[in-house]
């Protein structure tokens, strides 16, 4: 398998320019606005973005869940993780390393972690039509990835890119969507940007058909930018801004 190269990243800077303007606009308001306490308003951002990770773990718990009983164990985890993570923005420790994917393994799937410690996955596996790559291929491709990712500059294309090959990759024996969002949300929320999560199930069946036609695509050609990565890319910006809006009105 090949990664997808940066330097064909394509994506349109319009929605990335808007989110930059209004994540701007907030920090303006908490820092700059003296008819209401800074104290406050710092209160209000924190809040609002508290919300969303608390979402965060809900929803990528409910994707993942089969029934009650494993979204009770998933959430708990997720939570767990979600913790880890902000302790580790709050020492002002970005997401860049192959052992933190490690970490984020152990955390959300404990028992798979016990029975594949430190170690990729072992075997063969599919994702909807695209055959992952053989393991003796893992840590090759995750070092160029991170290794790709030092030479993408807006944290946005960044974190989704990482999510997009990081899934083709399929490094782990369970877990893969859980370690991929919450890396891609370390990203994100270490340079103060909204975490992204699936909302509901018309989100999550677009999410699954945009990332499996981009793969089928990719499988069967040379790596270019085309409609189905492009499609990939607005879906989750869209997601970001939609995150933006909400904690700039909780702001104003």
């Given at each position: 398998m090949?990664?997808?190269?940066?330097?064909?990243?394509?994506v349109?800077?319009?929605?990335?320019?808007e989110?930059?303007?209004?994540l701007?606009?907030?920090?303006?308001?908490?820092?700059?606005d003296?008819?209401?306490?800074?104290?406050?308003?710092?209160?209000?951002?924190a809040?609002?973005?508290?919300?969303?990770?608390?979402l965060?773990?809900?929803?990528?718990?409910?994707?993942?869940?089969q029934?009650?009983?494993?979204?009770?164990?998933?959430?708990?985890?997720?939570?767990?993780?979600?913790?880890y993570?902000?302790?580790?923005?709050k020492?002002?420790?970005?997401?860049?390393?192959?052992v933190?994917?490690?970490?984020?393994f152990?955390?959300?799937?404990?028992e798979?972690?016990?029975?594949?410690?430190?170690?990729?996955?072992?075997?063969?596996?599919?994702?909807?039509?695209?055959?992952?790559?053989e393991?003796?291929?893992?840590e090759?491709?995750?070092?160029?990835?991170?290794?790709n990712?030092?030479?993408?500059?807006?944290?946005?294309?960044?974190?989704?890119?990482?999510?997009?090959?990081?899934?083709?990759?399929?490094?782990?024996?369970?877990?893969?969507?859980?370690v991929?969002?919450i890396?891609?949300?370390?990203?994100?929320?270490?340079d103060?940007?909204?975490?992204?999560?699936?909302?509901?199930?018309?989100?999550?069946?677009?999410?699954?058909?945009?990332?499996?036609?981009?793969?089928?695509?990719l499988r069967?050609t040379k790596?270019i930018?085309?409609?189905?990565?492009s499609?990939?890319?607005?879906?989750e910006?869209?997601?970001?801004?939609?995150n933006?809006?909400l904690i700039?009105?909780?702001?104003?």
């Amino acid at each position: 398998m090949i990664l997808f190269p940066p330097k064909l990243l394509n994506v349109s800077q319009t929605k990335i320019i808007e989110i930059d303007h209004k994540l701007k606009s907030i920090y303006r308001n908490v820092i700059f606005d003296r008819t209401i306490s800074s104290r406050k308003l710092l209160d209000t951002f924190a809040n609002s973005t508290n919300n969303l990770t608390e979402l965060l773990s809900i929803k990528n718990a409910q994707m993942e869940a089969q029934d009650e009983s494993e979204l009770k164990v998933y959430h708990k985890n997720l939570q767990k993780t979600i913790n880890y993570v902000l302790n580790e923005i709050k020492n002002d420790k970005p997401f860049s390393k192959q052992v933190q994917l490690f970490q984020l393994f152990r955390l959300l799937s404990p028992e798979s972690y016990r029975l594949h410690p430190n170690r990729y996955r072992d075997g063969l596996v599919m994702v909807g039509n695209h055959i992952c790559p053989e393991s003796k291929e893992i840590e090759s491709l995750i070092s160029q990835l991170f290794y790709n990712i030092e030479n993408i500059e807006h944290p946005i294309i960044k974190a989704i890119y990482f999510h997009h090959e990081l899934i083709r990759i399929h490094p782990f024996s369970d877990g893969n969507g859980r370690v991929t969002r919450i890396a891609k949300n370390w990203i994100l929320m270490f340079d103060l940007y909204p975490p992204i999560f699936i909302k509901n199930e018309i989100e999550k069946k677009d999410y699954i058909k945009t990332l499996s036609d981009s793969f089928d695509y990719l499988r069967h050609t040379k790596p270019i930018w085309n409609s189905y990565i492009s499609d990939f890319f607005n879906q989750e910006i869209n997601r970001i801004l939609q995150n933006t809006n909400l904690i700039l009105k909780e702001i104003k």
